[in-house]
């Protein structure tokens, strides 16, 4: 299924899709199985380098800059990386974007 509508709404969309899908869940037990192969610690790198270029463009589609876009993706990979430990969906309120405006601020 492809992603819709404005680069905000793309953003809002994949990092729904994610939380709602567990996407991120097997990111966990991927990173400890690296430590110790160098095969599977190459193959995160690469994974993790192609989330972040991605999350990076979806940024910049949403008009930051490079270096803005850059960190947002970063951060917005790493905590969606975080939030599959957090339980997350267990919250009444894990649906309530402020939107990306929000964060123009």
């Known amino acids: 299924m492809a992603f819709k509508g404005t680069p905000e709404a793309r953003i809002l969309d994949l990092m729904l899709r994610v939380v709602r899908e567990d996407a991120a869940v097997a ?9 110790s192969a160098p095969t599977v610690r190459e ?3 690469r994974t993790l380098r192609k989330h972040f ?4 463009w979806m940024f910049e589609e949403a008009g930051f800059a ?5 960190m947002r993706g970063r951060l917005m990979v790493a905590y969606l990386t975080g939030e599959s430990m ?6 009444a309120d894990w649906r309530a974007p402020r939107g990306i405006d929000a964060c123009r601020r």
């Open 27 to 35: 990111d966990h037990a991927i990173s400890v199985w690296a430590r």
């Open 86 to 91: 957090t339980d997350l969906k267990s919250t």
């Open 66 to 70: 490079d270096r803005q876009a850059g």
């Open 53 to 56: 270029e991605l999350a990076r």
């Open 43 to 45: 193959t995160l790198g």
